[in-house]
């Protein structure tokens, strides 16, 4: 089996990316050693090069199953015009805060109504270098607001997968719960806007400020089937978000959490009543 070495940034990574996890799932590596090889040789870095290599094993079996490139679309450009429309709504993040069915909330009081029954949480106060854990909701109560990432979605293990590097991957992570929409381009009033827009056609129960330049959507899509999710994705991809947070054990701005040297990842919106089902 020959493999051309990863290219530089901006010339194929992701391509190789995908194309590298398919081969090595041919010959019949297993997703561990398969995640390891990428990690290892990647020319990217961060979370970006975390994402694609887990969207990468998440959806190269899929498409050697069904021997088809259809099963893994590319994600869509922006649609300018559909962009300005979303927008038309006004919206931004004062009203956000204004509409918020409940305000000034902290990481320990909302964090039990978004993941109820204590399942097991990933939180970090770092991801590069990675400094954080797998335990149950409960425990991170205490600690939750000094918490800079979190993944949206309750993990099944504690256990680092064989010869894997973390406890936060794809193996590790249960069903999907909550697609967060977040998005580095625009203002923070524009990813509002697009926030609720997006609210039309699923719930958005909470979004969160990165401290920084963005908004966090967090929409409960627990009941709809994964093809309905994709869709919906694909829609606000085509707005402007970001496609890396499809990607199940993808870590997220810690609601009400802290990020060092800028403060309080605030709670702008949340909604628990959101919670009750998807649309």
Same mark, same amino acid.
């Given at each position: 089996?020959? &493999?051309?070495?990863? *290219?530089?940034?901006?010339?194929?990574?992701? !391509?190789?990316?995908?194309?590298?996890? $398919?081969?090595?799932?041919?010959?019949?590596?297993?997703?561990?050693?398969?995640?390891?090889?990428?990690?290892?040789?990647?020319?990217? @870095?961060?979370?970006?090069?975390?994402?694609?290599?887990?969207?990468?094993?998440?959806?190269?079996?899929?498409?050697?199953?069904?021997?088809?490139?259809?099963? $893994?679309?590319?994600?869509?450009? &922006?649609?300018?015009?559909?962009?300005?429309?979303?927008?038309?709504?006004?919206?931004?993040?004062?009203?956000?805060?204004?509409?918020?069915?409940?305000?000034?909330?902290?990481?320990?009081?909302?964090?039990?109504?978004?993941?109820?029954?204590? *399942?097991?949480?990933?939180?970090?106060?770092?991801?590069?270098?990675?400094?954080?854990?797998?335990?149950?909701?409960?425990?991170?109560?205490?600690?939750?607001?000094?918490?800079?990432?979190?993944?949206?979605?309750?993990?099944?293990?504690?256990?680092?997968?064989?010869?894997?590097?973390?406890? !936060? $991957?794809?193996?590790?992570?249960?069903?999907?719960?909550?697609?967060?929409?977040?998005?580095?381009?625009?203002?923070?009033?524009?990813?509002?806007? &697009?926030?609720?827009?997006?609210?039309?056609?699923?719930?958005?129960?909470?979004?969160?400020?990165? @401290?920084?330049?963005?908004?966090?959507?967090?929409?409960?899509?627990?009941?709809?089937?994964?093809?309905?999710?994709?869709?919906?994705?694909?829609?606000?991809?085509?707005?402007?978000?970001?496609?890396?947070?499809?990607?199940? $054990?993808?870590?997220?701005?810690?609601?009400?959490?802290?990020?060092?040297?800028?403060?309080?990842?605030?709670?702008?919106?949340?909604?628990?009543?959101?919670?009750?089902?998807?649309?």
């Amino acid at each position: 089996m020959i &493999i051309t070495p990863c *290219p530089a940034e901006g010339r194929g990574v992701n !391509r190789w990316t995908f194309k590298t996890a $398919c081969r090595l799932f041919r010959a019949g590596w297993n997703e561990d050693d398969v995640r390891d090889y990428l990690d290892q040789n990647t020319t990217r @870095a961060g979370l970006l090069a975390d994402a694609e290599i887990e969207r990468a094993i998440e959806r190269a079996p899929q498409w050697i199953k069904q021997g088809s490139a259809s099963s $893994c679309k590319k994600w869509p450009a &922006i649609d300018r015009v559909e962009r300005q429309k979303a927008l038309s709504n006004g919206v931004g993040v004062e009203e956000l805060r204004r509409i918020s069915p409940q305000k000034q909330e902290r990481a320990d009081q909302v964090l039990p109504i978004l993941f109820p029954g204590n *399942p097991l949480i990933w939180a970090a106060r770092s991801v590069r270098p990675e400094i954080g854990d797998t335990l149950p909701l409960r425990q991170w109560l205490p600690v939750a607001g000094m918490q800079q990432f979190i993944v949206p979605n309750p993990m099944i293990s504690r256990d680092i997968p064989h010869n894997g590097k973390s406890k !936060r $991957c794809l193996t590790n992570t249960g069903p999907r719960v909550y697609l967060v929409v977040e998005s580095d381009s625009g203002t923070a009033d524009e990813q509002a806007g &697009i926030l609720w827009h997006l609210a039309r056609f699923a719930r958005l129960v909470m979004a969160v400020h990165s @401290a920084s330049k963005s908004v966090h959507g967090w929409f409960h899509v627990a009941e709809r089937p994964e093809e309905e999710n994709r869709d919906f994705m694909e829609y606000a991809v085509s707005l402007g978000a970001d496609p890396a947070t499809w990607v199940k $054990c993808q870590p997220v701005r810690m609601p009400g959490g802290h990020r060092p040297s800028k403060g309080k990842q605030e709670i702008l919106f949340f909604n628990p009543a959101a919670i009750g089902g998807a649309r």
